[in-house]
C-alpha cells in the first residue's frame, strides 16, 4: 500500500461525495443524504491514511519530515482539513445539503494535486527545518478549512435570500427548498469563522516565531506576510461588525466570500504569482 493509492483513492471518495450531494438536493431522498455523509467520512479516513502512509515514505529515504513541505503536500492536507471541519459542522447541524457546496473545494484541491503538481518527496529546504514549520501550517490550514465551509454556507445564504425575496410570501420549493434556512447558513457562517479566526492568529504567531528562527526576523512584510495580514483584517471586520453594528445575512456572508477569496490568494497567489522568501512553497 503506497500513499499515491490511498490519494486516488480520496480523490475518487471526494468526487463521489461531491455528486451524491448534489443527487441528495435533487431528489430529496434522506438515505442518499446520508450515503454521501458516509462517503465523506470515508474519504476523510482515506486522506488520513495517505498522509500518514506519505509521511512514513519520507522517513524511510532518510527525510525525517511531516509531509506539509511543498504545494503538493499543503494542498492534500488542505483538502483533509476541509473534510474535517466541515463533518464536524455535520455532526452538530446535520444540514447535508451543505456539503454540495463544500466538498467541491476539497475535490478541487485533490485533482489538482493529483494531475498538475509533482508529488515527489524531496528535503526540506534549511528555512524549513523547524518544527514551527508542522505548528504554522497546521494551525493555518485549519483555519483556512473553516473560512471554506463558511464560504459555501455563504454562497447558499447568497443564494437562497435572493430567491425568498423574488418569491415574496410564497414559500420556496424545489432544489432550494433542500437549503437550510438563512438563519441556520447565517449561524454555521460565524460559527465556522469563530473557528477559523483564531486557528488564522495562531497561524500569523508561529509564522512569526517561525520567520525569526528562518530568518532572523519576526516580520519583514514579505508578500505572504502581508496578505495573510489583510486576511486577518478582513475577518477581524467581519467579527468586529457582527459584535458592534449586529452585522449578519447578506453582508456577513458576502463578506465571508470576500474574506476565502483573500484567503486562496494568499495561500496559492501569492505563491505562485509573487517572488518573496515563501516563493519556495510554489514548488
Known amino acids: ?11 475518487g471518495a471526494y468526487f463521489i461525495a461531491m455528486v451524491v450531494f448534489i443527487l441528495y438536493i435533487a431528489s430529496k431522498n434522506d438515505n442518499i443524504g446520508f450515503a ?13 491514511l495517505a498522509i500518514g502512509l506519505r509521511w512514513r ?10 509531509p506539509l513541505s511543498n504545494l503538493y503536500e499543503s494542498v492534500v492536507f ?5 473534510l474535517l471541519i466541515y463533518l464536524l459542522f455535520d455532526l452538530k447541524y446535520k444540514q447535508r445539503a451543505v456539503g454540495a457546496f463544500v466538498i467541491p473545494f476539497a475535490f478541487a484541491g485533490m485533482i489538482w494535486a493529483q494531475w498538475g503538481l509533482d508529488d515527489t518527496i524531496a528535503p526540506l529546504v534549511p528555512a524549513l527545518q523547524s518544527n514551527w514549520l508542522t505548528y504554522h501550517v497546521i494551525t493555518c490550514f485549519i483555519g ?7 464560504c459555501g454556507v455563504s454562497i447558499m445564504f447568497v443564494i437562497k435570500v435572493g430567491k425568498e425575496e423574488a418569491a415574496g410570501n410564497n414559500p420556496i420549493g424545489g432544489i432550494l427548498g433542500m437549503f437550510p434556512s438563512t438563519k441556520i447558513l447565517d449561524d454555521i457562517n ?20 517561525w520567520a525569526n528562527y528562518a530568518w532572523g526576523t519576526y516580520w519583514s512584510w514579505d508578500p505572504k506576510e502581508t496578505w495573510s495580514l ?3 483584517f478582513i475577518y477581524a471586520a467581519f467579527l468586529h461588525a457582527r459584535f458592534t453594528r449586529g452585522w449578519v445575512g447578506r453582508r456577513a456572508a458576502w463578506l465571508s466570500i470576500l474574506g476565502f477569496a483573500a ?18 512553497g510554489g514548488g
Do not use: D, R
Open 1 to 11: 500500500m503506497t500513499s499515491s493509492l490511498f490519494f486516488n483513492l480520496t480523490t
Open 36 to 48: 454521501a455523509t458516509v462517503i465523506s467520512w470515508l474519504g476523510l479516513v482515506a486522506n488520513t
Open 57 to 66: 515514505e519520507a522517513y524511510a529515504i532518510g527525510y525525517e519530515q511531516a
Open 78 to 82: 488542505f483538502a483533509w482539513s476541509i
Open 144 to 150: 483556512y478549512a473553516a473560512f471554506a465551509v463558511a
Open 190 to 209: 460565524y460559527k465556522a469563522i469563530m473557528v477559523g479566526f483564531p486557528m488564522l492568529t495562531l497561524g500569523i504567531i508561529t509564522g512569526a516565531a
Open 230 to 232: 489583510i486576511v486577518w
Open 263 to 280: 484567503t486562496i490568494f494568499c495561500y496559492l497567489g501569492v505563491n505562485l504569482v509573487l517572488s518573496g522568501l515563501h516563493s519556495y
